[in-house]
């Protein structure tokens, strides 16, 4: 039984999690297709996974086609680099 309330529990709380952000972020809903979802019904319906869309501005620049040579790194990554240059600029 507590598999059941432990999960209806994220749930309950991924769905206001989903709500503060879409109230927040009140930009994505201006010009879709959603336009007529208020932003408690568009939360609801995507609070597993927050994402409005899969196009190439808005998915991983790892995987986009937009994206190229360097700009493909993640920001981790880039900073990895940047301390690898000034160490050997040190020697």
């Given amino acids: 039984m507590r598999e059941r309330s432990l999960r209806r529990h994220h749930l309950n709380r ?3 999690r ?3 952000v879409t109230r927040i972020y009140r930009w994505y809903l201006n010009g879709s297709e959603h336009e007529d979802y208020g932003p408690v019904r568009f939360g609801t319906k995507n609070a597993n996974h927050l994402k409005n869309c ?3 501005m808005c ?3 790892r995987r986009s086609k ?3 040579g360097k700009d493909k790194l993640t920001i981790q990554e880039k900073l990895a ?3 690898e240059k000034e160490q ?3 020697r």
């Fill in 59 to 61: 998915c991983n620049p």
């Fill in 81 to 83: 680099e940047m301390d």
């Fill in 14 to 16: 991924m769905k206001k």
């Fill in 66 to 68: 937009l994206f190229k």
């Fill in 54 to 56: 899969s196009c190439n």
């Fill in 88 to 90: 050997r600029q040190k």
């Fill in 18 to 20: 989903a709500i503060l």
